[in-house]
């Protein structure tokens, strides 16, 4: 027996109330995204085969122009800004102007994946409704999720009067620098919307879809700690005292013991210490020489942090430089913090509000409702870079898992489940007076 497409199994599942919900474009909407399913699952397979590696500017830039083909036919204004300055590629920005009176609604993605060209993860390969692919979750299914939905919403009629802008970045796996220049235009559309909805990957455990309210930040920082060097006879004596490495090893375990509190994580990815050590310029690898019965002069260590709200991370910061002032004997060190992090999305009370109008379109298609997710189980994404400025609702792209990883893999069902559930909730908000 043939199965049922989505839209009917969800209607014939759905309580009668539900089901009287729904309007005639909503369900145009659903029947659009059910019958161009087969068109979507290629236009996948189209971006995941093209790489675009953060650092493959041409295969960024390419993304770029299939997303362009998409979305200039259904009426938006598609412009490429150019990022040679921070050294990437660049965003896709494309403005769809409606009639003005309903919410502006921004959506955000990411044309970029951590997989360079060397990677020897490089091809869409399905297997029944599963498929894995390099970025295929990370964010490419996002981008065929946005477009089902506008293809959507312009075969029912909805597209017309909507106020759309969609912002793909082109580095959003390895932002470019300085930060403030590489966010400066999805900031600025963050502050001329009224609403934003960011299409990363949809948070699913154990078989239920949630809702992405807050996720935490992401601000990297460096340690350096230096001592005086000798023969190792005079180490802890006053005139040598204890050395580089044993006053990293005393800030680290006071990090350990002192900072634990909920939504906070600090974690060390790099470290080394002798006579000398050093790091490369870009922070992610480290040497060092020493011998043993050598006082060690210099340690490195490299890390981050990860916070909930702003002023959880000042916080943090603050009792983390209290800690690296405790210095051991004939020691110094010095601790600091990058500029180009990524802001926290705090869970607000907007944010809640468009989680519940989400709801209230699942409630109309029969679906579950989706509880907020844990954001200590989320990462960073560009969507912190609005939330700020505007109600954001994060993580409805496709369902899957292994982002960053080889096999990394999407429910190929979940591109139509989401896409309609998109469709439907820009439209509403589309209508609501602003």
């Known amino acids: 027996m043939k199965p049922l497409p989505l839209l009917a199994l969800l209607l014939l599942l759905a309580p009668a109330p539900a089901r009287a919900e729904l309007t005639a474009p909503e369900r145009r909407m659903a029947q659009a995204v059910e019958r161009e399913s087969p068109r979507s699952i290629e236009l996948l397979e189209r971006l995941v085969n093209q790489n675009s590696g953060t650092l493959n500017l041409a295969g960024v830039a390419a993304v770029g122009e299939m997303v362009r083909a998409e979305l200039e036919p259904l009426g938006f204004e598609v412009r490429w800004v150019d990022m040679a300055e921070t050294g ?117 455990e154990d078989g239920r879809d949630f809702g992405t309210v807050a996720r935490r930040s992401s601000t990297s920082w460096t340690l350096r700690t230096r001592g005086r060097t000798g023969h190792s006879s005079g180490v802890f004596s006053p005139g040598l005292g204890y050395g580089a490495i044993y006053e990293m090893a005393r800030i680290l375990d006071g990090f350990r013991r002192e ?88 869970p607000t009370e907007g944010n809640r509000r468009l989680l519940e109008r989400l709801n209230e379109v699942n409630r109309d298609l029969g679906l579950p409702e989706m509880a907020e997710y844990d954001p200590a189980r989320r990462g960073a994404a560009d969507s912190s870079f609005v939330a700020g400025d505007v109600d954001t609702l994060a993580g409805l792209g496709a369902a899957g898992g292994g982002a960053h990883a080889v096999g990394e893999w999407i429910e190929l069902d979940s591109l139509a489940r989401q896409a309609i559930r998109a469709a439907i909730l820009i439209s509403r908000l589309s209508q609501e007076p602003r």
């Open 259 to 346: 900072l634990p509190e909920p939504n906070l994580t600090y974690n060390v990815g790099v470290i080394a210490g002798g006579t000398p050590a050093e790091i490369d310029a870009q922070g992610f690898r480290a040497t060092a020489s020493g011998k043993t019965n050598i006082v060690a002069e210099t340690a490195i260590a490299r890390g981050d942090i990860r916070t909930l709200s702003a002023e959880q991370e000042q916080r943090i910061r603050a009792r983390m430089q209290a800690i690296v002032a405790q210095h051991l004997p004939q020691t110094e060190a010095e601790l600091v913090f990058a500029e180009d992090g990524y802001p926290a999305m705090a």
């Open 88 to 204: 990437r590629a660049g965003h896709l920005i494309a403005t769809h102007r409606g009639s003005g009176r309903g919410e502006r609604t921004l959506l955000i993605a990411h044309l970029d994946t951590v997989f360079e060209p060397d990677s020897p993860f490089q091809r869409f390969v399905r297997e029944g409704e599963r498929a894995t692919g390099p970025g295929i979750g990370d964010d490419k299914g996002g981008i065929v999720v946005i477009v089902a939905a506008m293809r959507a919403m312009h075969a029912a009629g909805t597209l017309r009067d909507a106020d759309i802008a969609i912002v793909l970045t082109g580095d959003e796996e390895r932002p470019g620098s300085p930060i403030a220049l590489a966010r400066s235009d999805l900031i600025g559309a963050g502050r001329n919307a009224d609403v934003a909805l960011e299409f990363e990957n949809l948070a699913r």
